[in-house]
C-alpha cells in the first residue's frame, strides 16, 4: 500500500469484496485519468483544462444513457456499468473533476480552510462512493470517511513537499507560513531551517488529527472492507511517523511504505479496538 497519487484508497485488492472490484476499479480509473489530464504530461494549462472539460462532458452524457465514445471507452465503460448497477451519486464525480480543474490554475492557498474544501473535492468525494458501494448512508460514517479520506489528501501533501514546491505548488496554508515567520518563497526554494521543520510538525499534526477522528469508522464497515480500511488508516500514520523520523524534513526527503512495514501495519490494524484511539498510536518506535 502507498500514499501516493491516486493509491490512496482501496484499488480492487485482495481485501475488497469480490463482487464490488470492477466497480472499485472504475471508480479508481475515472479519479486517476481525471487527475493525469491535469496533472502528467506537457500539456498547457488551457489544453488540460479543455481536456477536463471535456471529460465532464462525457461523464454527464453516460450518466444520461450515451454510449462511451472511443476517446475515453477505457474508462466510461466500466463506470457506466458502475453509474447503472449501483447508481453512484453523479455530484462526487463531478466534484472529482472540479478539484482536477482547480490544480490547474490554483497552487497557493490563503488558509486551512482553502485547503480543507479542495479535500472536500479532490479526496472526500472518493470515501462517500465507497460507502455509497456498501449502502452505508448514516450522517456519522460520512463525516468520518471525510476526514480519513482529508487525512490521506494532507499526509500525501506533505510527503509530496520536495515534488510538489518544485512545480511551485504550496499546499501548506499562507497563513500557517506567514505565522512561523516563514517566506513562500522559501518554501518553493526548499530552504530548511527550524522553523520550517516546525511548520512541518505542526502540518503532520493536523493530518494525524484528523485521521483519528474518522478512524472510529473501521468498526462499522463490515468484513473484509473494514480491514482494508484499518490498513488504510494505519499506512497514512506510518508515513506520518517516517516524516517524524525524518525530523520533518520532507523539503528534501520523500517517506514511502515499503514491504518491510506490512507486517508493523497488520499487527497495528490487529489492535485497533472500538473507542480506544490510543491503541492507533501504540507500539510506536
Known amino acids: 500500500m502507498s500514499i501516493d497519487h491516486y493509491e490512496n484508497f482501496p484499488v480492487a485488492s485482495v481485501l ?5 472490484r470492477p466497480a472499485v476499479a472504475a471508480i479508481y480509473w475515472f479519479a486517476r485519468t481525471a487527475d493525469d489530464l491535469a496533472d502528467e504530461g ?47 451519486p453523479l455530484d462526487l464525480l463531478e466534484d472529482l473533476i472540479s478539484a482536477f480543474e482547480q490544480d ?13 474544501d479542495y479535500c472536500r473535492r479532490s479526496a ?20 468520518q470517511s471525510d476526514a480519513i479520506c482529508s487525512a490521506l489528501q494532507l499526509i500525501n501533501f506533505w510527503q509530496d513537499l520536495s515534488i510538489d514546491t518544485t512545480r511551485g505548488r504550496a499546499y501548506i496554508p499562507m497563513a500557517d507560513l506567514s505565522r512561523h515567520g516563514i517566506r513562500l518563497t522559501a518554501l518553493l526554494a526548499r530552504e530548511d531551517s527550524p522553523a520550517m521543520r516546525h511548520l512541518v510538525a505542526e502540518m503532520v499534526g493536523w493530518a494525524r488529527g484528523l485521521m483519528l ?12 472492507a473494514g480491514w482494508e480500511l484499518r490498513l488504510v488508516v494505519q499506512g497514512g500514520l506510518r508515513i506520518l511517523e517516517k516524516i517524524e523520523h525524518l525530523h520533518h524534513d520532507t523539503l528534501h526527503f520523500r517517506p514511502t511504505l515499503r514491504w518491510y512495514d506490512a507486517p508493523l501495519l497488520l499487527w497495528r490494524a490487529l489492535r485497533m479496538k472500538p473507542g480506544a484511539a490510543s491503541s492507533l498510536q501504540e507500539a510506536r518506535p
Open 16 to 20: 475488497c469484496p469480490p463482487p464490488l
Open 42 to 88: 506537457d500539456a498547457s494549462p488551457a489544453e488540460r483544462t479543455a481536456a477536463l472539460q471535456a471529460y465532464r462532458a462525457e461523464l454527464r452524457a453516460v450518466a444520461q444513457g450515451a454510449a462511451p465514445s472511443p476517446r475515453w471507452s477505457a474508462v466510461f465503460t466500466p463506470l457506466k456499468r458502475t453509474l447503472d448497477q449501483h447508481q453512484l
Open 104 to 116: 490547474v490554475h490554483q497552487h497557493q492557498y490563503a488558509d486551512r480552510a482553502g485547503v480543507l
Open 124 to 143: 472526500n468525494p472518493v470515501g462517500r462512493l465507497l460507502l455509497h458501494l456498501y449502502d452505508i448512508r448514516d450522517a456519522r460514517s460520512l463525516r
Open 213 to 224: 477522528e474518522g478512524a472510529p469508522l473501521v468498526h462499522a464497515i463490515p468484513g473484509r
